[in-house]
């Protein structure tokens, strides 16, 4: 009784997979390389789980492709391609840096510098404001030649 109980314990605590055993591929290297790939393939339903933590039968079509590409002898790259043509950039968790994406991207570090060059100019703007409204030593002396009448 208390072995059960320790079992369930120990089962309900592991990561729960949503790849079912029919979909496991018999040779252990594609299989690992299908996990690697599928952990950065995003459900299109879910939208934050990855292809082997989903049950939407979306992921089941989307984990078989996956790995029967794999057995017809396309590179990770090709498959994730494959994958991508057919989804769009949306189901990579990790978006690729090329065309279109790129503005994004480069967005933040450009706001960045541009924001930080604008605050920059304001204060050396400021600075040379306060030196110009600062008195002359002439000016000075005449101010105080009134201030003393």
Sequence with gaps: M??????????SASPAFAVQPDEILSDPGLEARARAISQN?????????????????ISRDLRLAVRARLVAGDSDAQVVDYVVARYGEFVLFKPRVDGSSLILWLAGPAMLLAGAAIALAMTRRRAGAAEAESLSAADKARLEALMKK
């Design 2 to 11: 208390m072995r059960g109980a320790l079992l369930a314990l120990l089962l």
């Design 41 to 57: 393939l995003r459900c299109p339903v879910c939208q934050g789980e990855d292809i082997d933590d989903s049950n939407a039968p």
